[in-house]
């Protein structure tokens, strides 16, 4: 089935006309809002069109409005509600020895379906991990690549070409914020765990490696989980350097069954938080210019 329009039943607002960001549907010489032919193939898919149409008209290939799409509830957070709402949300690397329902966890995965995204948002892939003793077994080979990264960085010749491989950001991240964290001992587990901080749980954004925008919604989709498992009373961070292992190390990969084609980009422990803070923390954002 191709996209269409139910002529039948349209009522010409030609709202999704306006709406699409593609230009993919039009108004033709008979005042019929179609969609173009020659630009069916750049649909994003976003459904827009769907979303908007009061009648129900637009049919989208693959996409059901009693399946795919619901009616959006009236209630909006208002801006004060918002704010004390990202205020009170920490990076949680304080967990109990409690396990998280996979109920839970389901709601956190179901915020993930609001998220925006930059294109092709099927292509990311989520690997959750609720179970403690399978991401303690990754542990000890995350451990030995974070003391790798000191031996890299020391030496003058793997310096050179893993900055070049890995891009300018990447390296000033590693060489600037890992590495002495690393020298330091921080991630042997003779410390405790300072990975997974122990987190009874994981989820794990990854695609494949050339697929389009995976890096920017795997980013968007983690600060999404993050969110939701605050409103959940949970507590979660963002975890780099657990992708970072899966992408150089077979065992770490294997364990956690990401398909080899894959990288993994953003990683995210999450758990019922320990303790309770009781401020939060002013930020400055660097350089802000408003340009009029």
Known sequence: MKNYINEEICSHCKLCIQVCPCNCIEANAQDETIFIAERESICLKCVQCMAICRSKAVQIDGVSYSEDLFDLPEYNVNEKEFLKFLSARRSVRNFKDKPVPDEMIQKILESVWYAPFGSHPEKVQITVINNRKKIEESLPYISKFMDGIVSMIENPITSFFAKRIAGKET?????????????????????????????????????????????????????YAMLAAHSLGLGATMIEIIPAAINKVQKVRNIFQIPEENEAVMSVIIGYPKFKYKRAVKRTLQDIDWVK
């Not at 914020?177 to 122990?198: A, C, M």
């Open 171 to 223: 390296f000033n991240t590693v060489k600037n914020h890992l590495y002495p964290i690393s020298k330091l001992g921080n991630y042997k587990l003779e410390y405790g765990d300072r990975i997974s901080r122990g987190a009874p749980a994981l989820i794990i954004f990854h695609a494949e490696k050339g697929a389009e925008a995976h890096t920017n919604n795997s980013l968007i989709y983690s600060t």
